[in-house]
């Protein structure tokens, strides 16, 4: 009889230890972001009879006219996007011609007032003018970073004609930490967006 008990536990413990040693000790993975495959740096030039400006863009972008502004109709033709599809990226470009109704200091207030509204969400907002004199272009670029809606803020103008305004949005919810080498790689273009950048009278 003590024999039998004896093996039974034996079978027992044997059995237990094979359940207990097949048991899978799962390791949550590490969070991380889809890695994104950038295209070649490549551009291309545009130009618009409509417009009085042109410059060079990225060949995996696409410049689509802007016809709505907050669902109203917008008869300007020199309202535009830079569209990228692949990173579901967009750069809303609006141009208005300097007048005594649009003089310089109100577009002026206007562009900082716009950029102010992503200080609440902004980490901070790093700021550099654009200086080219030859090309009568001058601006400034204002990089905000944290989850704003909006991670880059521009405008260029001649001072006296022209002024445009710029701003990159993303069609994701905005996490800086996510979006970031998107925006990295995106801030090399409109770069170049500002150093082929000029005005056609």
Known sequence: MTKKVSFYWLFLVIILSSLLACERTYVPKPRAYPRIIYPEKSYQHWQNEACPLAFDYPKYAKVVRDSMFFEEKIDNPCWFNIVFPDFGATIHCSYKSISDKNNL????????KLTA???IKAEYIDE?????????????FSDVGGNAASSVQFYLTDSTEHFLRGALYF???PNYDSLRPVIDFLKTDIFYFFDTFTWNN
Do not use: F, M, N, T
């Open 117 to 119: 509204k992503h200080i």
């Open 105 to 112: 200091v109100k577009l002026l207030e206007d562009a900082h």
């Open 128 to 140: 550099q003018l654009i200086q080219k004199p030859q090309q009568h272009v001058y601006g400034l």
């Open 171 to 173: 069609s994701a919810a």
